[in-house]
């Protein structure tokens, strides 16, 4: 399958804990995103790489979240010390540098007890 | 910041029939991109159909065409002869056309039944 990946679908952890999810992008997009969608909302941005560069962050981004993307490949979400609030599902998306539509992957879908 | 909005949060269509979503948004831009999604339950999300403002011609794709009202903000999406696995939800995002643009807007989703 050549779409996007994520891993895991789910994750279920303790509050205060630290989680940490993969995506795997499409393997020619340079353009990786990452999304928080909660129940009944639509999805919100995150952060954007540009190859290996983060290039924006939502003030969502709080100082809990980072997020890598080495080699311009795959990318990782950390959250630390995750809270309630935390739980929501994660979307990766990718797309080309000159294509404006965005593919996405399964999300990850958190849960903190 | 760009907002999108979808005002009806839920929508029914009866089997072969015809629905149309709604969605307005708002921005200073006057080049910018607006896309409709559609996310089945469990499933990922999906590009349905893409429009370019620049472009006066609404766009289309198969049984699913745009309004696209550029003055009036308005950007609705029609499916024509529903079918069963049309039965989603369907959001309306935005994305800005200039170069620091990345991020889409997007709406909170109509969520769209199908009736056999």
């Known amino acids: 399958d050549t779409g996007v990946s994520q891993d895991p679908r789910h994750k279920i952890t303790k509050r205060g804990q630290n989680v940490t999810f993969r995506c795997d992008p499409i393997?020619?997009?340079?353009?990786l995103y990452w999304y928080r969608q909660t129940l009944g909302q639509g999805p919100e941005f995150l952060t954007y790489?540009?190859?290996?560069?983060?290039?924006?962050k939502s003030r969502l981004l709080s100082d809990r979240f980072s997020a890598e993307r080495p080699k311009g490949s795959f990318s990782t979400l950390e959250i630390q010390r995750t809270e309630q609030g935390d739980s929501a599902m994660y979307l990766c998306?990718?797309?080309?540098?000159?294509?404006?539509?965005?593919?996405f992957g399964p999300g990850t879908r958190l849960t903190v007890l | 910041a760009q907002t999108v909005t979808q005002s009806q949060p839920e929508m029914s269509v009866q089997e072969a029939e015809t629905v149309t979503l709604s969605c307005t948004y708002d921005?200073?831009?006057?080049?910018?991109?607006l896309f409709w999604y559609k996310q089945p339950p469990s499933r990922q999300m999906i590009l349905v159909i893409r429009?370019?403002?620049?472009?006066?011609q609404n766009a289309t794709e198969n049984r699913f065409s745009v309004n696209f009202q550029k003055a009036a903000k308005s950007f609705s999406l029609k499916i024509s002869d529903s079918q069963l696995g049309d039965a989603a939800m369907y959001f309306c995002?935005?994305?800005?056309?200039?170069?620091?643009?990345?991020?889409?807007?997007f709406g909170t989703g109509t969520s769209l039944t199908v009736i056999p």
């Open positions: 995002a935005y994305r800005s056309a200039s170069n620091t643009g990345n991020q889409f807007y």
């Open positions: 393997s020619e997009h340079n353009r």
């Open positions: 790489f540009q190859n290996e560069a983060q290039l924006e």
């Open positions: 998306a990718s797309s080309l540098y000159s294509n404006n539509e965005q593919f």
């Open positions: 921005t200073s831009e006057s080049d910018y991109y």
């Open positions: 429009q370019e403002a620049y472009k006066q």
